[in-house]
């Protein structure tokens, strides 16, 4: 299986809603990602886990909480999110290797979310 | 700062060549990527480079020269399905940080 899933496909929200995120791999990858990419532009990291411990935060406003339930599964928890959030969310995992070793990273199909 | 250059868009004839050029200038350096992403589509891998030099798979070669912080992706016997987003993305330091550059749109015409 080297496929990353995501849920929901499409997700619409008003700006009070709590609403979550789901991404799922059985690579065996040990590092996974959450990204926010706008139309035309190139995705923006957003968190990293690396052996289900949050590695890497870059700065994302705390109405976006990720959380890492086992090594197979990354969610993103989101709270009271602002219109100008619309954007899809990519999911991606990759070996976390150390020296010798490509870790590339497998992205999802993404959630298009859009925030009324 | 961190900061990756690439053409914003290209066109090229289907069975040609073309070659996408990445220039990069980041803080820490621990490879470069080549992803692919069709549009409405997510990114898939193409390529890696952490050495100088050129590495070639199929139809794609990648080359890197870290000393001038460029890289370039070959693409030969173009065909209609190349038309993508190409983006080049820049690991940094130890860990997972990937930067990705704005990507260049080829378009591939008969």
């Known amino acids: 299986d080297t496929e990353v899933t995501q849920t929901p496909k499409h997700l619409v929200m008003g700006m009070t809603n709590k609403k979550s995120l789901k991404c799922e791999q059985h690579m065996g990858h040990r590092a996974m990602y959450w990204y926010k990419q706008k139309a035309k532009k190139p995705p923006e990291l957003m968190f990293v886990?690396?052996?289900?411990?949050?590695?890497i935060n870059e700065s994302v406003p705390s109405r976006f909480s990720p959380e890492c339930p086992n090594s197979s599964l990354l969610n993103l928890h989101l709270h009271a999110l602002q219109p100008e959030d619309s954007a899809l969310y990519l999911c991606a995992s990759s070996p976390a290797g150390t020296s010798g070793t490509i870790n590339e990273q497998f992205f999802g199909p993404g959630t298009r979310l859009t925030v009324l | 700062g961190q900061n990756i250059d690439q053409p914003t868009e290209m066109t090229a004839t289907e069975g040609a060549i073309v070659q996408i050029n990445c220039t990069y200038q980041?803080?820490?350096?621990?490879?470069l990527f080549w992803y692919q992403q069709h549009a409405g589509e997510a990114p898939t891998f193409l390529s890696y480079?952490?050495?100088?030099g050129l590495e070639e798979k199929g139809r794609f070669s990648s080359f890197l020269s870290r000393s001038k912080g460029y890289s370039y992706l070959l693409l030969k016997e173009l065909q209609m399905k190349d038309s993508a987003s190409y983006l080049c993305?820049?690991?940094?330091?130890?860990?997972?940080?990937?930067?990705f550059g704005a990507g260049t749109r080829l378009f591939v015409k008969a």
């Open positions: 886990y690396s052996y289900e411990k949050l590695s």
């Open positions: 980041t803080s820490g350096f621990n490879g």
């Open positions: 480079n952490v050495l100088d």
């Open positions: 993305a820049v690991r940094v330091g130890g860990g997972f940080k990937t930067i």
